[in-house]
């Protein structure tokens, strides 16, 4: 069973939030990063507490380390030498590899998240925007107390308008499918993936292979933390309206394009396997039944839900390897940056997008095979192309409908996603934070 | 190198490998990655058996046989041409050896899963060197693979760079067409 009151709640379960902000923070001194620590762990909401949160407990506060982070706060280095390689080379290093290249190079990327300095990110979340300017003020005023401790960089989170359904700003319904964890006492909706073993997001449990795999030193600073693969990716909103536009005519082909690239109806989610040729709001908002399809029988060729859709791509769902799928879980937290561009307005060349963190036990494991293979890897299924979301895209931008009686090229002329930032976290527990506060 | 040869599949063409077995290094999640070849993907593990574990080894092949022949789709993630188990050196050595379309650092955790599962750990149980703790330390289950790969310094291809995918799809193809003629009698 879970230690619900020793785990940060960011990754099991959603405050009744609307608003975020990621501040990155950097150390000045280690004293100086152990008396924040120590000032604000008090102040982090367990998996606990914020399931049974009211709606007034505002403890909504977490914290997460890079590996520089955690060398600056004084970790030894015997046991810093027991952390993960991606974790302590950090997410920049490892770019050739995820598929980070060209425009989406780290070299481009923003918030000084490549900085040797970033140590820290704490999330502060809030009910409303009265609410979020109290929880900036307390910790602004906190900072000005503790000189050694300062702000890199903020992302302000916001959710964009029409605020009936979460989606990002292209206008896709998001969060119709997150792995469950064994032992939660939630059940699994038909055709989502079979409970995960705990040891599958968070340190010190056994996971799907039943064994509890060697956790980085000392336990109780590893015991119920997890890893947290962070990306934050520019929505270039007018390249893909003009995308829409230049391979449909009228508003239902251009909402058909949509729904291809994705692999779900823009609007309601429904998944092209159960229907093609029409939006069916009731079926994409039933989750007894918006995610009961297959590929491997319902869709072979790629008729319904081209084979190099985004949830087609992240999400294989074929039974020859869904074993091994459940190895790749990560459970997404994040949400929309930047201004709303309304749907008939131009781009205004605004800065806007999804900035994401990826937990899960494995980054090598889970997140990077997501990023570099799923998502980057143009041998995949042999279409010689890319995540058309999720994927780092230098050219312009092509993907492959099946389509009888043969194959049709959807085409544009730029990417209409850029990676602009990523990182690797330490997500610990309460416990694992009150030792980093107490190190010496 | 480019993944294409330029005359297409249908010219035979060959690829001499310096000695680190990659022309510009690359890391991948685990390591330096390997180039694919007129021959694909590959990797050849030569390691030492422990004394008098020659016959278990050459037992185990009868268990995979029957595995494949129960779930024939097995080991289908890893995109595989060909394996090859080879015991040698008068059965002091033992090599392992596969051909296939995916570069194996993107799919290393499968390949490690597959040989769990597979049995296959107990051949590396007898070989010398295997780490004890590989059930909950697969990082070291990883590197003995690495630290016991020898890259090849020549490969060939008569059809190269051809995935199995392709090639079982023509197979389809011609059957399919057959097939036709047969109905068009």
Same mark, same amino acid.
């Given at each position: 069973m879970l230690e619900l009151e020793d785990i940060q709640h960011y990754l099991l379960t959603r405050p009744h939030a609307t608003i975020a902000q990621y501040n990155f923070i950097t150390f000045r001194s280690a004293e100086a990063g152990r008396n924040w620590v120590n000032a604000l762990s008090d102040l982090v909401g367990t998996a606990k507490t914020v399931m049974a +949160? !009211?709606?007034?407990?505002?403890?909504?506060v977490s914290l997460a380390f890079t590996f520089n982070g955690l060398r600056k706060l004084g970790l030894d280095e015997d046991s810093l030498a027991t952390f993960p390689e991606p974790f302590k080379q950090g997410m920049a290093a490892r770019a050739q590899m995820l598929g980070d290249?060209?425009? !989406? #190079?780290?070299?481009?990327?923003?918030?000084?998240?490549?900085?040797?300095?970033? #140590?820290a990110v704490v999330i502060l979340f809030a009910r409303d925007k009265a609410e979020r300017e109290r929880c900036i003020k307390q910790h602004d005023e906190y900072l000005k107390k503790n000189p050694g401790v300062e702000i890199l960089s903020s992302l302000l989170i916001e959710a964009v308008p029409p605020l009936e359904y979460v989606h990002e700003h292209f206008g896709y319904r998001d969060r119709i499918t997150t792995p469950v964890i064994e032992g939660m006492g939630i059940e699994a909706t038909?055709?989502? #993936? +079979?409970p995960s073993k705990p040891g599958e997001f968070f340190l010190g449990y056994p996971d799907d292979e039943g064994v509890i795999p060697m956790q980085p030193q000392p336990e109780i600073l590893s015991k119920n933390g997890s890893f947290l693969g962070y990306r934050k990716i520019r929505e270039h909103v007018g390249a893909f309206r003009d995308f829409l536009k230049a391979n449909g005519k009228t508003h239902e082909e251009q909402e058909l394009v949509a729904a291809k690239i994705m692999g779900?109806?823009?609007?309601?989610? +429904?998944?092209l396997v159960l229907c093609p040729e029409k939006d069916d709001r009731e079926l994409g908002f039933d989750n007894m039944r918006n995610?009961?399809?297959?590929?491997?029988?319902?869709d072979p060729h790629g008729y +319904?839900?081209?084979?190099?859709s985004h949830i087609r791509r992240m999400n294989v769902r074929d039974t020859k390897v869904s074993r091994i799928m459940n190895r790749r879980l990560i459970i997404r937290r994040g949400g929309t940056y930047g201004p709303y561009l309304p749907?008939? *307005?131009?781009?205004?060349?605004a800065n806007r997008g999804i900035a994401v963190f990826g937990g899960c036990t494995n980054l090598a494991r889970q997140f990077e095979f997501l990023i570099s293979?799923?998502?980057?890897?143009?041998?995949f299924m042999e279409l010689n192309e890319r995540d058309p979301f999720a994927g780092s895209i230098d050219g312009p931008f092509e993907m492959t409908i099946p389509k009888r009686p043969i194959k049709k090229k959807l085409k544009g002329l !730029? *990417?209409?996603?850029?990676?602009?930032g990523g990182a690797y976290f330490f997500l610990p527990g309460i416990k694992g934070l009150k030792y980093l506060a107490s190190l010496k | 190198m480019s993944n294409n040869s330029k005359n297409g599949w249908s010219t035979p063409a060959a690829l001499a490998i310096p000695k680190e077995g990659y022309f510009k290094k690359e890391d991948g999640r685990y390591g330096p990655l390997f180039p694919k070849t007129p021959a694909n993907y590959g990797f050849t593990i030569i390691c030492k058996v422990k004394p008098g574990r020659a016959e278990i080894i050459r037992n185990h092949g009868n268990t995979i046989q029957k595995a494949i022949t129960e779930?024939?789709?097995?080991?289908?993630?890893?995109?595989?041409?060909y394996l090859r188990w080879v015991l040698f050196d008068g059965d002091t050595r033992f090599m392992y050896q596969g051909i296939f379309d995916t570069d194996f650092d993107k799919y290393t955790e499968d390949a490690v899963d597959l040989f769990s599962l597979s049995g296959l750990t107990t051949v590396f149980e007898n070989?010398?060197?295997?780490?004890?703790?590989?059930k909950t330390n697969k990082e070291a289950f990883v590197k003995f693979v690495r630290d016991h790969q020898c890259p090849s310094f020549l490969e060939y291809g008569?059809?190269?760079?051809?995935?199995s995918d392709e090639i079982k799809k023509a197979l389809k193809l011609k059957d399919a067409f057959s097939e036709m003629l047969d109905q068009m009698q």
């Amino acid at each position: 069973m879970l230690e619900l009151e020793d785990i940060q709640h960011y990754l099991l379960t959603r405050p009744h939030a609307t608003i975020a902000q990621y501040n990155f923070i950097t150390f000045r001194s280690a004293e100086a990063g152990r008396n924040w620590v120590n000032a604000l762990s008090d102040l982090v909401g367990t998996a606990k507490t914020v399931m049974a +949160a !009211n709606e007034t407990d505002m403890r909504w506060v977490s914290l997460a380390f890079t590996f520089n982070g955690l060398r600056k706060l004084g970790l030894d280095e015997d046991s810093l030498a027991t952390f993960p390689e991606p974790f302590k080379q950090g997410m920049a290093a490892r770019a050739q590899m995820l598929g980070d290249t060209g425009p !989406n #190079h780290p070299d481009n990327w923003e918030d000084k998240i490549t900085s040797e300095d970033l #140590h820290a990110v704490v999330i502060l979340f809030a009910r409303d925007k009265a609410e979020r300017e109290r929880c900036i003020k307390q910790h602004d005023e906190y900072l000005k107390k503790n000189p050694g401790v300062e702000i890199l960089s903020s992302l302000l989170i916001e959710a964009v308008p029409p605020l009936e359904y979460v989606h990002e700003h292209f206008g896709y319904r998001d969060r119709i499918t997150t792995p469950v964890i064994e032992g939660m006492g939630i059940e699994a909706t038909p055709g989502s #993936h +079979a409970p995960s073993k705990p040891g599958e997001f968070f340190l010190g449990y056994p996971d799907d292979e039943g064994v509890i795999p060697m956790q980085p030193q000392p336990e109780i600073l590893s015991k119920n933390g997890s890893f947290l693969g962070y990306r934050k990716i520019r929505e270039h909103v007018g390249a893909f309206r003009d995308f829409l536009k230049a391979n449909g005519k009228t508003h239902e082909e251009q909402e058909l394009v949509a729904a291809k690239i994705m692999g779900r109806w823009r609007k309601t989610g +429904a998944p092209l396997v159960l229907c093609p040729e029409k939006d069916d709001r009731e079926l994409g908002f039933d989750n007894m039944r918006n995610n009961n399809f297959d590929y491997e029988k319902m869709d072979p060729h790629g008729y +319904a839900c081209p084979v190099t859709s985004h949830i087609r791509r992240m999400n294989v769902r074929d039974t020859k390897v869904s074993r091994i799928m459940n190895r790749r879980l990560i459970i997404r937290r994040g949400g929309t940056y930047g201004p709303y561009l309304p749907d008939d *307005a131009p781009d205004d060349g605004a800065n806007r997008g999804i900035a994401v963190f990826g937990g899960c036990t494995n980054l090598a494991r889970q997140f990077e095979f997501l990023i570099s293979v799923w998502a980057n890897d143009p041998e995949f299924m042999e279409l010689n192309e890319r995540d058309p979301f999720a994927g780092s895209i230098d050219g312009p931008f092509e993907m492959t409908i099946p389509k009888r009686p043969i194959k049709k090229k959807l085409k544009g002329l !730029n *990417a209409f996603t850029t990676v602009t930032g990523g990182a690797y976290f330490f997500l610990p527990g309460i416990k694992g934070l009150k030792y980093l506060a107490s190190l010496k | 190198m480019s993944n294409n040869s330029k005359n297409g599949w249908s010219t035979p063409a060959a690829l001499a490998i310096p000695k680190e077995g990659y022309f510009k290094k690359e890391d991948g999640r685990y390591g330096p990655l390997f180039p694919k070849t007129p021959a694909n993907y590959g990797f050849t593990i030569i390691c030492k058996v422990k004394p008098g574990r020659a016959e278990i080894i050459r037992n185990h092949g009868n268990t995979i046989q029957k595995a494949i022949t129960e779930s024939p789709s097995f080991l289908a993630p890893l995109k595989l041409h060909y394996l090859r188990w080879v015991l040698f050196d008068g059965d002091t050595r033992f090599m392992y050896q596969g051909i296939f379309d995916t570069d194996f650092d993107k799919y290393t955790e499968d390949a490690v899963d597959l040989f769990s599962l597979s049995g296959l750990t107990t051949v590396f149980e007898n070989l010398e060197g295997f780490p004890e703790d590989w059930k909950t330390n697969k990082e070291a289950f990883v590197k003995f693979v690495r630290d016991h790969q020898c890259p090849s310094f020549l490969e060939y291809g008569e059809y190269p760079y051809v995935s199995s995918d392709e090639i079982k799809k023509a197979l389809k193809l011609k059957d399919a067409f057959s097939e036709m003629l047969d109905q068009m009698q």
